[in-house]
């Protein structure tokens, strides 16, 4: 079945420091793929999304890129800040009938952004 | 007032006791789910509600767990004779579900503990 890996944290970092958290994915077709953001405190926000191979997602600095080749959604930020210290999710939605309903999660990465 | 809404935010019970989870989607989201989050772990995928078809039962994790939708508004998650592992961040989201994006948006969650 479906499946995200997506790297174990937690990652420290000093600020503006770059950053990669990294996300494969197990999938038929081609699943959408996003990244959930988890603030403390917070409830899950959307942070970016791509919904087909080469797409590129952004938002408050971050991105990713969709490769259908290595099965890769990668989340990148140039240069870190301590308000980016939160839990970041990888997921996917499937596109075959009986899976297209629920996102598939990988196990979220904690990052700890440091002054 | 457009986000998802979940009450109570916290829940202490007591093991054996009935506990009744509260959430209201955003409005003309059709789709809403149930997630069950414990500490330092992913998502666990628990129902799945789509317009006026039979929800996707497949995450409950015991007959101790039910849910009920009522149209496409408001959703209640009951656990019958809590037990400790029940413990959790039980959260709720709610989508339009069109074409393969499945683009979720998340109430801040219920925290429950059972002791």
């Known amino acids: 079945g479906d499946s995200v890996t997506q790297m174990e944290g937690p990652v420290t970092l000093s600020e503006e420091a770059f950053l990669t958290i990294n996300c494969t994915y197990t999938?038929?077709?081609?699943?959408?793929l996003f990244w959930y953001v988890q603030y403390p405190g917070e409830g899950l926000q959307l942070l970016l999304k791509?919904?087909?191979a080469d797409d590129k997602g952004s938002n408050k600095g971050f991105e990713a890129t969709y490769r259908k080749e290595t099965t890769s959604f990668h989340l990148e930020k140039g240069s870190v800040q301590v308000s980016d210290s939160a839990v970041y999710f990888c997921?996917?939605?499937?596109?075959?009938?009986?899976?297209?309903?629920?996102?598939?999660w990988g196990l979220g990465t904690s990052l700890a952004v440091n002054p | 007032g457009a986000g998802v809404s979940q009450s109570p935010s916290n829940k202490v019970t007591e093991k054996g006791k009935d506990v009744e989870l509260r959430c209201d989607p955003i409005?003309?989201?059709?789709?809403l789910y149930w997630y069950r989050q414990r500490l330092g772990q992913g998502l666990e995928f628990l129902i799945y509600?789509?317009?006026?078809?039979?929800?996707?039962k497949s995450g409950l994790p015991s007959d101790r767990f039910s849910a009920e939708r009522t149209g496409e508004s408001v959703s209640t998650l009951t656990i019958q004779r809590t037990q400790q592992e029940d413990s959790a961040v039980y959260l709720c989201?709610?989508?339009?579900?069109?074409?393969?994006?499945?683009?979720?948006?998340f109430g801040p969650g219920t925290r429950l503990t059972v002791l």
């Open positions: 791509a919904t087909k």
């Open positions: 999938a038929t077709g081609y699943p959408s």
């Open positions: 409005s003309g989201h059709t789709a």
């Open positions: 997921a996917l939605s499937g596109v075959e009938a009986g899976n297209n309903r629920k996102l598939i």
């Open positions: 509600f789509q317009g006026n078809s039979a929800p996707d």
């Open positions: 989201a709610s989508s339009l579900v069109s074409g393969r994006v499945n683009e979720q948006f």
